[in-house]
């Protein structure tokens, strides 16, 4: 069996962290890091929306629960607020114990879940939401967590398109400040070099990443397909687990590394 197949470049990927104190302690029921009943895979979205300059935030999760000084950040995949799937991951977060912002990053005009849909142009879409017009709706996201909401601390996730700007500012690739924690499921769209990461042997991209000063963490999934810790075939074993483990591994991470 090839269950580190490395032909099948899908992985979960956290990188940089503060280490800060906590409010929270990690063996209680409070802090559920293996219990998936925070995961929700079906049921309508339960969160709101709101307006802040100019960008939809769709909010979801107590504010008052134990984690109340760390946020997260919602970044989605190109089918944005308008995907079930995103926002029930969301809601997923919130009910983990952190308050979750989602940010529309496409000012009301995802791609299509048919992305073959007659008028609609990938190439022209992805052209359209470069970093010149995501960076500043992700940075609205972070301000409105921190200066609206009053989060001292942010941790981001993101998925696919969202999860490049994950890592942006997690400052992988030395964009813009901003974050305390990371978490990015197969980021999409990355820079040259960074895709062409994507495709190294692990061990090689573990040397990537040891450049790195921060800490981070790198999981692989067989039987994933792109999108995996969105959306996908549940009724597949494996990637029920991939979906199931990614999530964990993001609350985990933000849970040690976002406190
Ligand atoms: C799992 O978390 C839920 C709340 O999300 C809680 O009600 C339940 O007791 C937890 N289960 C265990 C075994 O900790
Ligand atoms: C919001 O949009 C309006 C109309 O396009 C514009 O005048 C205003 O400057 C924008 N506000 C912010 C905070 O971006
Ligand atoms: C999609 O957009 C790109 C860039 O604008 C353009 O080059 C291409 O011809 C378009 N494709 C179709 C099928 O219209
Ligand atoms: C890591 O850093 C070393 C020393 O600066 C450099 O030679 C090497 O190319 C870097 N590796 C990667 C994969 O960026
Ligand atoms: C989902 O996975 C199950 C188990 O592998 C398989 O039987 C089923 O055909 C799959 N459904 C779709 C829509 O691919």
Redo the contacts with the bound molecule.
């Keep these: 069996m090839h269950y580190f197949s490395l032909a099948v470049p899908f992985w979960g990927l956290a990188a940089f962290a503060t280490a800060r104190s906590t409010c929270c302690k990690a063996d209680t029921k409070q802090c559920p890091v293996t219990n998936l009943s925070a995961l929700r895979e079906t049921g309508e979205p339960i969160g709101k929306t709101t307006v802040f300059e100019n960008v939809t935030m769709y909010y979801t999760g107590q504010e008052d629960k134990c984690r109340q000084d760390t946020a997260v950040l919602f970044l989605t995949d190109i089918y944005g607020l308008a995907s079930p799937e995103d926002l029930r991951l969301a809601d997923s977060f919130g009910r983990a114990g952190y308050f979750t912002v989602a940010p529309d990053l496409f000012n009301g005009a995802p791609s299509p879940l048919d992305m073959n849909a007659p008028g609609f142009n990938q190439t022209q879409f992805l052209a359209a939401h470069g970093p010149d017009v995501t960076d500043p709706i992700v940075a609205k996201g972070i301000r409105y967590l921190r200066e609206v909401r009053g989060y001292p601390r942010v941790a981001v996730t993101g998925y696919c398109f969202g999860g490049r700007y994950a890592l942006r500012f997690a400052g992988a690739s030395g964009a813009v400040q901003g974050v305390d924690a990371a978490f990015a499921a197969h980021p999409a769209m990355w820079t040259d070099a960074e895709i062409a990461a994507i495709t190294l042997p692990a061990s090689?991209m573990e040397?990537?990443f040891?450049?790195l000063t921060t800490p981070w963490q790198i999981d692989l999934y067989s039987g994933a397909m792109h999108g995996f810790a969105v959306r996908g075939n549940l009724s597949d074993p494996q990637m029920r687990f991939a979906k199931e483990t990614a999530f964990i591994q993001a609350v985990r991470w933000f849970q040690f590394w976002a406190k």
Excluded: I, P, Y
């Design positions: 090689e040397n990537l040891d450049n």
